[in-house]
């Protein structure tokens, strides 16, 4: 096919040429005959007629013909679609939410798991892992700041390195911590990525040197948020965790860093470790693993050369940071470290591991959304065919042909399905966005760049593409295979070119229903298993419970005097009226903190190839009645419990079932050999406490064992208090602020409730749990929808046999039961095939579930069962107009 | 004006095209004279139409059944010549038969007697 556009011009000077030429030969031909010159020459114009015309009509033979039939056949599809409103609306809606569905997990998917960083040639960056020989396959990806400045400065296999760790930095000086997302960054790591200034300048090895001032860059939102977009910011300086900081630069807008599913606020130069954290100072620590790194190829560059690099240098960097503490064995492993580099154009990212499967899953969840929909509206189309067989038999055999009847069908589903694409995509924005915010939580808050890229663009073109063939193929072929005389004289309607065609409507709804099923079953175990977890008692009581984490680093109170302090502060909060009960620890429940140590117990031999790890926490007296923790035996501590008194231990079922089993463990003893918190004596148990969670609610029981605060060595600058309250536990939050801030104004302080602590870890399980939901419930829905139409459509297919039925007496019992036993067919075959197929799928969540089997009989048997339930009631209604059929009425129609 | 013309080649197009490739068997031939023998050869009782003829001959030409170039008369004059393409001769003969079914039973329609008196 010619493009219009080119041969255009061209040829309406062709034909204009073509008509004058015409025009002088019949002149010459008037003259030879004797007409005077002339006349001859007006007389040919007048025959011609109008030469422009002429012309143009002509020209507009070679139009765009199929461009033009195109535009007809979806000006007339539209046509077909304002007709049949109801149909339109419900086809429409179930699009629209099926490709926004689709458009909205996908775009998640796009961002969280293939999209690039917005850097320069990021597909030359590679993340920098460490591999030992003895660890499996997988990279250690986390390092110490003496192997990273080793790494910088040795390295000559690389354009370039750079390193960065996430850090929350307070703004607040003193009082309610206000955090915001920061970022210890290297030196040259906006220029290793290529990330240019907006306003400022950004970093350089010179800001990052040992000894350093610091300075800080801002993220553009930060910039904007805080500072108003103002130019001003340049100069001025930051507060974070009591010290302050130059402004010298503002990062592009789209620039978020280089973990995906966070975006950074402040990025401070790494060596400011040690403003921050003083004398706590990592910068030297070699065991002390919090930097990540990544690097960019050389172009050109192979693989080879690369590897080759690597392994001259990591001996060399690996004993130049040996960790000098360690036992022989790991040091000898560590020095065999070698480096392994992997693909990271796509930044690193914590959120890519732990919403990768759920993310998939939902992926699966609304494809089968839309395979259903899909079936729905072939369903609805198919009915409608059948309204239209005259008006296609009529222009078949008016020389219709019947590819183009077909093309008119499918431009019609497509039309249908462009725009449901077009409303999913609005549906998709909004959805996308609500998703974000479901996985965030107080602590981590997500932040994903969700626009439009072209991967999802082509992705909601390729499936509303996709959709409108699968839902228009077969009543197009349907639609156009009609018998010719049948349909146009009315006679033999009942035959068998309809009951074949009510077949594959029936085939459509029997896939329905068993798509459905795999929804629903999916929809069950997610529910169940969420409801499992909230329901399950981890241990503590977490109602009614406001957790207070401090930090006294800028509180000027010297480190001897800081449990003085918290004891100060532990008297003022139990003075506050509502708070029942209150105590202090190290770690909350579920605040993602750990601390562990090897154990020693007398006479105890610990088994080859395991480690006699025991988790400890510190706590105050009232803990375990704060947090309402069982004491199965022994003793709280109390006030005879101090730092001179004998050391101590309550430890939990767990932990005194592995290490004093069939034994009294009260009275027991075992010793922490390497703890620097903890004393080295002996400790003597003096209490047995329920077992209960730790990090998570979906973890196995640690070992664990409680020390007293009194009995710690040196208190940490930070600690949480837990306040068990007899009012909403939030409201007590001015009444804490003002007590701890009358104490010391300078310690900060963070707010939760240990109920939201709880189930800030749920957040994967409640997307999950509620989107299934949501979708089973759509699908749910849909079938009924799908049913009902079939089954209207039957039995106003069957109207006149029914007529004639009751005319010879059959009773209207006997019409329903002739109805419902289709129905009945159709949902054996839809259940069977369904409970198959869900059986065959459910293994690949089992990993996603808690305390249940992904094969769980009872969730199976409810899914079929509120299934056959719906659908039998979704039939009911059409079989009840089928048993009130008025023969009479029902013969006449004929 | 414009719809009278493109209802006139509707009307006309079947026969038209049929006129046009019969005349085109005989040789290549520009417009003009394609028109002039269609008159010719009617014995002047049909006059095609240039607002029709045109119209014809480059659809005919977009369906590949003639090609056209440009060529220089006896009179130097820039003519553009149509000749019948392979395509063309083969629509020739299946029109030509189905021209002769339709004349057929027509005369059969209009002349019902003399049927019934051969029968």
Redesign the interface.
């Known amino acids: 096919m010619k493009l219009p556009w080119d041969t255009r011009d061209k040829r309406k000077q062709?034909?204009d040429?073509?008509?004058q030429?015409?025009l002088?030969?019949?002149a010459?031909d008037r003259e030879a005959r004797g007409e005077p010159s002339d006349q001859a020459a007006a007389s040919a114009r007048r025959?011609?007629?109008?030469a422009g015309?002429?012309?143009?009509?002509?020209?507009?033979?070679?139009r765009w013909t199929w461009l033009e039939s195109l535009w007809q056949d979806v000006r007339f599809g539209a046509r077909l679609l304002r007709k049949t409103p109801v149909i339109t609306t419900v086809a429409l809606l179930s699009l629209a939410l099926g490709i926004g569905a689709n458009t909205a997990i996908f775009s998640l998917l796009d961002s969280v798991m293939l999209r690039m960083l917005p850097v320069q040639k990021p597909e030359q960056l590679v993340a920098l892992g460490m591999r030992s020989q003895k660890q499996g396959s997988e990279a250690n990806r986390v390092y110490t700041n003496p192997i990273w400045e080793q790494l910088r400065d040795h390295q000559n296999v690389f354009a370039g390195v750079l390193a960065w760790s996430g850090h929350d930095f307070n703004l607040a000086n003193g009082g309610e911590a206000q955090n915001v997302n920061g970022m210890y960054a290297s030196g040259e790591y906006f220029n290793v990525l290529g990330v240019r200034p907006v306003l400022g300048r950004l970093m350089n090895s010179s800001d990052d040197t040992r000894a350093c001032g610091g300075v800080a860059v801002l993220g553009y939102g930060f910039w904007q948020r805080h500072y108003g977009a103002a130019a001003s910011a340049i100069g001025s300086q930051i507060q974070l965790d009591g010290h302050s900081f130059p402004v010298i630069g503002v990062t592009p807008p789209n620039f978020f860093g280089t973990d995906v599913g966070s975006r950074f606020d402040v990025a401070i130069p790494i060596c400011a470790e040690a403003i921050i954290d003083g004398k706590n100072s990592y910068l030297d620590e070699r065991s002390a693993w919090w930097i990540r790194v990544m690097a960019r190829e050389r172009p050109g560059q192979s693989r080879e050369q690369t590897e080759a690099g690597l392994a001259v240098l990591a001996p060399q960097i690996f004993a130049a940071t040996l960790p000098p503490d360690w036992k022989p064995d790991q040091q000898h492993s560590y020095l065999k470290r070698t480096f392994v580099t992997t693909p990271a154009g796509t930044g690193l990212s914590w959120i890519r591991g732990q919403y990768e499967r759920p993310l998939e899953m939902l992926m699966v969840i609304v494809a089968l959304v839309l395979l259903i929909a899909c079936a729905n509206i072939a369903s609805l189309f198919l009915a409608r065919a059948a309204a239209r067989q005259k008006e296609i038999a009529v222009r078949l055999s008016l020389g219709a042909s019947r590819t183009r009847l077909i093309r008119q069908v499918l431009t019609e589903s497509i039309l249908l399905s462009a725009a449901g694409a077009l409303l999913g995509v609005l549906f998709a924005k909004w959805g996308g966005a609500l998703l974000v915010r479901f996985v965030s939580t107080k602590q981590t808050h997500v932040f994903l760049d969700l626009s439009m890229d072209k991967r999802v663009l082509g992705f909601t073109v390729g499936i509303a593409l996709l959709t409108g063939l699968l839902f228009g193929v077969l009543p197009a072929f349907r639609a156009t295979r009609v018998s010719l005389t049948s349909a146009i004289t009315g006679v033999e309607v009942q035959g068998d070119a309809t009951r074949s065609r009510f077949h594959s409507g029936r085939w459509i709804v029997a896939l329905q229903v068993a798509l459905s099923l795999i929804l629903l079953v999916g929809t069950g175990l997610f529910v169940r298993s969420f409801r499992n977890l909230v329901t399950l008692d981890p241990g503590f009581d977490r109602q009614n419970v406001l957790l207070v984490t401090t930090n006294v680093h800028n509180a000027t109170i010297p480190p001897s005097a800081y449990v003085a302090f918290y004891d100060q502060a532990l008297t003022r909060l139990k003075a506050i009226p509502g708070v029942t009960s209150a105590s202090q620890d190290w770690m909350a429940p579920m605040s993602g903190m750990e601390w562990n140590e090897d154990i020693e117990v007398e006479g105890q031999k610990t088994p080859a190839g395991e480690e006699p790890l025991v988790w400890f926490n510190w706590i105050t007296p009232d803990y375990f009645a704060t947090l309402r923790t069982p004491l199965l035996a022994g003793r709280t501590f109390d006030a005879r419990d101090s730092a001179n008194s004998q050391p101590v231990v309550i430890v939990n079922e767990t932990m005194a079932r592995k290490y004093f089993p069939k034994q009294n463990p009260i009275g027991q003893y075992f010793r922490i050999p390497d703890s620097t918190l903890a004393s080295k004596k002996p400790l003597q148990i003096v209490g047995l406490v329920k077992d209960s969670k730790y990090e998570s609610l979906r973890e196995d029981y640690f070992p664990f064992g409680y020390i007293p605060l009194a009995q710690i060595s040196q208190a940490p600058e930070s600690g949480v208090f837990e306040l068990r309250t007899s009012v909403t536990p939030a409201t007590l939050i001015p009444a804490v602020r003002d007590a701890l801030g009358n104490l010391n104004k300078g310690a900060s302080l963070k707010f939760e409730t240990l109920a939201q602590a709880v189930d800030d870890t749920l957040a994967q399980e409640r997307l999950l749990a509620t989107l299934s939901g949501f979708f089973g419930g759509l699908a749910l829905l849909l079938t009924a929808i799908g049913l009902y139409g079939v089954m209207t459509y039957v039995v106003t297919q069957r109207t006149h046999e029914i007529g004639i039925r009751m005319a010879l007496g059959a009773q209207p019992l006997s019409i329903m039961k002739l109805v419902m036993r289709d129905v009945a067919a159709l949902l054996a075959f839809g259940v069977g095939a369904g409970v198959i197929a869900s059986v065959w799928v459910a293994r690949l969540v089992q990993q996603l579930l808690f305390g249940l089997k992904a094969t769980d009989a009872e969730t199976l048997a409810l899914a079929a069962g509120s299934l056959v339930a719906i659908a039998l009631l979704a039939s009911y209604l059409p079989a009840r107009r089928a048993m009130r059929v008025d023969p009479i009425k029902a013969l006449r129609y004929e | 004006?414009?719809k009278r013309?493109?209802n006139r080649?509707e009307l006309l197009q079947g026969t038209l095209d049929l006129l046009v490739l019969q005349t085109l068997r005989w040789g290549p031939q520009?417009?003009?004279g394609i028109a002039l023998a269609i008159r010719a050869s009617s014995g002047d009782v049909l006059q095609v139409?240039?607002?029709s003829l045109?119209?014809a001959?480059?659809?005919l030409e977009?369906q590949k059944l003639i090609a056209a170039e440009?060529k220089i008369?006896e009179?130097n004059?820039?003519?553009?010549v149509y000749r019948l393409s392979a395509a063309g001769k083969k629509k020739l003969a299946s029109e030509r038969g189905r021209w002769a079914k339709i004349s057929e039973a027509i005369t059969g329609i209009l002349n019902p007697a003399a049927q019934e008196n051969e029968a």
């Open positions: 062709d034909l040429e073509e008509i030429s015409h002088q030969m019949s010459r025959e011609l007629g109008n015309l002429v012309r143009d009509v002509t020209h507009d033979q070679w | 004006m414009k013309y493109q080649i520009h417009g003009y139409d240039t607002g045109y119209p001959l480059h659809r977009r440009w008369s009179n004059q820039r003519v553009r």
